[in-house]
């Protein structure tokens, strides 16, 4: 018995130093290192960006600038404003140049009055134009001695103080009679001002510079489809109380040409700046102007 004990542990100490490595023999060889992904070049970053930023200026917010004065006083040639894109829905003129991409417009919002939109301008339906949604379809637009009238009603027009705008590289005085030489020397010009209500309870500030042509006209009904826009500026707009042509009014808007609706002022410049002097570009901002909403 005692020799089997001993032969059975003779067998297991062989078995055991059967399984252990020989301490003499090559190591196995290491797991290659796993490459770390390539980063993408240049170009396709580039293009990466350009994605980027056409999907968010076509679908979420996109900037202007006001290059006149047709919206006075509320925005001045020189402001820089983004546009919310999705209020009014999607169609080709949401995208970037236009892009024939949506052969109609999806997810359209109806404008209220009062609204500061962005469109493409009538007949052209090239140019980027900004007014105030002042007429829906339905309704009956007139001018009467320069009060707005909405569906046989007087808008309520209040005279408050003069809007007063300094002169500057992007701003003169549109005649002499409004031309002021303040006591400290300043150049600036003085317009009068009114607080317009609309039936909905929206306010806004326009200008009347006193009569002119268009302060009485016929009485429109926008059809379906269609918007009546007016500039703040009553006497210094081509809008919707003009024929469409190309360099002067604009007609009735089809609700399909809408871009945004103005969201909030990013910035804002009296054109006094100088791109070699870069101190100017601080000075010539209209601080006060910066992140206004609409």
């Keep these: 018995m005692i020799t089997h004990l001993t032969k059975g542990l003779a067998s297991n100490m062989t078995a055991t130093m059967n399984d252990t490595p020989d301490a003499s023999s090559t190591p196995p060889a290491p797991s290659p290192i796993k490459k770390e992904k390539k980063e993408d070049s240049f170009p396709v970053f580039l293009i990466k960006l350009v994605l980027v930023v056409a ?27 983004l546009a919310a894109k999705w209020p009014y829905g999607y169609s080709k003129y949401s995208l970037p140049f236009s ?25 052209g339906n090239d140019i980027d134009y900004i007014k105030r949604v002042i007429g829906l379809p339905g309704d009956t637009v007139q001018m009467k001695d320069g009060v707005l ?28 009679e409004f031309a002021v030489t303040e006591a400290d020397g300043r150049q600036t010009c003085h317009y009068p001002q009114f607080r317009e209500t609309l039936p909905t309870g929206k306010s ?28 703040d500026n009553r006497d210094n707009s081509l809008d ?9 009014g604009i007609g009735l808007v089809p609700q399909d040409n809408l871009v945004g609706r103005a969201a909030i002022m990013m910035w804002s410049t009296d054109g006094s700046a100088n791109w070699f002097l ?10 006060d102007r910066i992140g206004g909403t609409f």
């Design 55 to 81: 999907i968010f200026r076509s679908f979420i917010f996109s900037p202007f600038n006001i290059p006149s004065e047709s919206m006075l006083p509320r925005l001045e040639n020189g402001d820089y404003l």
């Design 99 to 123: 892009a024939p991409l949506l052969p109609k417009r999806f997810f359209a919002g109806q404008p209220e009055r009062g609204d500061v939109a962005i469109f493409k301008a009538p007949p």
């Design 149 to 176: 009238h909405l569906n046989g009603k007087a808008v309520p027009k209040q005279r408050i103080e003069d809007f007063v705008i300094a002169v500057t590289p992007n701003t003169d005085c549109i005649s002499r």
């Design 204 to 231: 806004y500030n326009v200008l009347d510079l006193g009569p002119r042509d268009a302060d009485t006209t016929a009485p429109v009904l926008v059809p379906e489809g269609q918007l009546f826009l007016m500039g």
């Design 240 to 248: 919707s109380r003009f024929p469409a042509m190309e360099g002067g």
């Design 278 to 287: 870069p101190w100017t570009w601080f000075t010539a901002a209209r601080w």
